[in-house]
């Protein structure tokens, strides 16, 4: 697999609908995002599905990938060295049909800079824990239907502070293992969210 930041798709098969694909957002794009979203996009692809699959961050352009997640993703067999870094602009959450941040204050920032992605934006683990409440999306269920339903009864009080039930924890600077157990962890929440959102959704006729 090429740069982790994208899986490019010209025709889905099963799609989130017209919106473009899933966003995964962290803070500055060169760990948790850049391993997450070709993580993501993988699970994905052994389901047969090609949705695009994007990684962006709240800080500027071009930064290349932590040297210890590109080892870490490397034990994966994804390389994402040619990876740089994306600043994450409201035209880019205004596109994306499912915004996945890594922690509550990546949600604050995807909100704030564009509020109309709030019923598309979750961090990865609270969408997971409303898709295993609502159960996966069901065969001819849309994605945007799925989502809206994933979406009732939240509360924007859930975006404030920090919560260690919905973040993902950042290893930037530390050892290699914390990175290690990092991409762990996002490979397991990533194969639970590929099998709630489409593993059970057959392609459109």
């Known amino acids: 697999m090429g740069p982790g930041d994208a899986v490019q798709a010209a025709r889905p098969r099963r799609g989130s609908g017209p919106q ?3 966003l995964v957002l962290c803070t500055a794009n060169v760990c948790r995002s850049a391993m997450g979203a070709p993580l993501l996009a993988r699970r994905l692809a052994r389901l047969g599905v090609t949705e695009p699959v994007r990684s962006a ?33 409201a035209g880019d959450l ?15 920032y995807a909100v704030v800079t564009e509020p109309d992605a709030w019923p598309r934006a979750f961090t990865l683990k609270e969408f997971i824990r409303r898709g295993e409440q609502i159960g996966p999306r069901a065969a001819g269920e849309t994605f945007p239907a799925w989502l809206a339903r994933a979406h009732e009864g939240r509360e924007r009080a859930s975006l404030l502070g920090g919560s260690a039930r919905d973040d ?31 593993a059970h959704a057959p392609p459109p006729a």
């Not at 990938?65 to 994306?86: C, F, K, L, N």
């Open 20 to 22: 473009a694909g899933v």
């Open 94 to 108: 205004a596109r994306a049909g499912l915004v996945l941040a890594m922690a509550r204050e990546n949600l604050r």
């Open 168 to 198: 993902v924890a950042d290893p930037a600077g530390g050892p290699l293992r914390a990175y290690a157990d990092t991409a762990a962890l996002l490979d397991g929440l990533m194969a639970r969210l590929a099998e709630l959102g489409w």
């Open 57 to 89: 961050g709240m800080l500027g352009d071009g930064m290349p990938p932590d040297p210890a997640a590109v080892t870490v993703m490397a034990g994966y067999g994804i390389e994402i060295a040619a990876h740089r870094s994306r600043q994450a602009r």
